[in-house]
């Protein structure tokens, strides 16, 4: 009984420490959430003034609309070939941050990889802008090796788009490759080559494989944030851009239809979830393969 | 199946020596040992023989073909690591046919290979399991076997046993040397347990200091090492400094006569040695002699007076089973470590009890200097 009573005395103190951000937690996300899902049954007028009636109106419009759908379906699409791109171009980062010869050598790059977060989104959206510009500094420079005869349009397309979100993005695909080379033993390498594999085949054979549950987590967090970016696309993008983000932003803040931007927040939500949550499958299953 | 030839080879990192001038001669199908402290330079070479590393200077050839600048991939060698290093994500046959995919061999001929090496080391009910499926001796037979599964030129084991259980470690010893004998394979073991390396090898290089300070076959290493460091290294060992008596007379012809420095029979007369005569010790100036515990023989009657015995007493004892390991001190100074076997005291000698010790001249053993000492 009384280890029982030191017990409770014990989780009693620990709830006491974690209550502070569970009530930070709880009224500014949860009960938001809960009245964004109510919101997102109203039924409005044709003025967006809302009724007192409830209804699936809202989802309705958006699962039948072409536009709608069409615009889940691009910014599912962009969310992945945003993801794709980050992976495979964090790789050879995540392999030299980790086979970096020494520390020091190490540290550098590990500053240069965040210190993109160090500045704010904005502000590096903004520099894309300089660059991709029809008068930008990336036109400038074809212009004068008489690349091109007139300057492209690089700003304001889905290209930019995904430009700008692989640059934001890359650093959070980079750090869970990087983790999970790390915990590959190099001993396992020296096998792989004392059993005849070169470099090449061990690391398509043995360091590939080991690293899918990095490349998986950072997958999750690209593709996540990827979806849900609502300020990169809008300045490289333009707000005309079928993304959904966007089209919430739209709907709240020049249409003024609040239930039909709480469904498509709910939409977007749930995807994502779907998405990441069918990814946690795949590495859960991976994992237990590998660590029972 | 192929012999290894080291030829001068060193070793340095930095500014570190971690082996000087290295030769070596590894037989066709010899199980060779290479025994040493932790630093001693005994991985750096085995990693060389591997590939893992690039000697300094000097030569490595396994079966005759000058392999020192090789990748590891191209030397037809089998390596078992001290952590068994098995592919986490791939289960025992894959990890036992690994070797044998990447050559690209057919896949009836993989099969049966990896079933074969499988049986070698009894585990062909288990190709399905993952690794982590596998108690660490199941793991290293499976190391073991991915190995051998290649049929490579040499075997080279990195400690592959210090990670088991005593009794386990002793199982899979013989069944090491055991499997090594069937398949006739040039194996290099690398081990810093004197124990697992006289019972298994052929022969035995014993490193110290990045230097080979003894080459050969247990029997030798341990009766006859050729200076303290081996001798310290193998099992326990009482040293004695001792000088030569030219006035004294030994008891017969083929003995030298010798005073130890620092052991006294009574106080102020110095322990007197009777050694076999040999070239090592005609040089006439002071000399190391190595006198091994289980050498000498204890007894609670005295027996006779002159060289080779001591009246002592008990100073401590611990009791190991088979044997007691008694520190006797000798009336006069100096202690002498003792390994007496099980049934020679009915019940534990008492700390102060008296004891007569002898031994024989041939269990006196000069000791040469070190290599790389002067």
Redesign the interface.
Known sequence: MKTRGSKWRKSGFHWLLISPSLLFLGLFLVVPFVLLAVLSFRDVDSLMNLLPTYSFAQYKEIFTSDIYLGTIGSTLWVALVTTAICIVLAYPAAYLLVRSPNRKLRTFFYILLVSPLLTSVVIRTFAWIVLLAQNGLVNEFLLKLHLIDQPLSLLWNMKAVIIAYVQVMLPFAVMPIATSLEDI?P??R?????????RI?TFA??TL??TVPGMISGAAIVFSLAAGSYITPLLVGGRLQPLLPLAIYQQVMQISNLPLAAAMSFTLLILVAVVVGLLGLIMKR?EA???? | MSGIRIQGVSKHFGDNVALKRVDLEIREGEFFSLLGPSGCGKTTLLNMI???LEPTAGEIAIGGRDVTWL???QR????V?Q?Y?????LNVFENVA??LK??KKPRAEIRSRVEESLAAVRLESFAKR?P??LSGGQQQRVAIA??LA?QPAVL?LDEPLSNLDAKLRKEMQTELKNLQRRVGITTVLVTHDQEEALSLSDRIGILGGGELQQLGTPLEVYRRPANRFAAEFIGQVNLIEARPLSDGQPASPGLLLFAAEGFETEPGKPLLLEAANEPSLKRGGPVKLMLRPERIRVSGEPRERGANCARARVADVSYAGNALRITAKLEGSGELVIHAPDPSFPDLPEPGQPLHLRWQPEDLIPLLPEAGRP
Do not use: C, D, T
């Open positions: 033993r001993n396992l020296q096998a792989s080559m004392s059993l005849g594999a070169g085949r054979r043995v494989p080991l991976w393969k590998i660590n029972g | 591997a590939g893992f990748p590891p991939y037809n060698i089998g390596m690591f952590n290093a098995l592919f986490p994500h690994y070797g990447i050559r993952m982590h499926q991915r190995a290649i080279l």
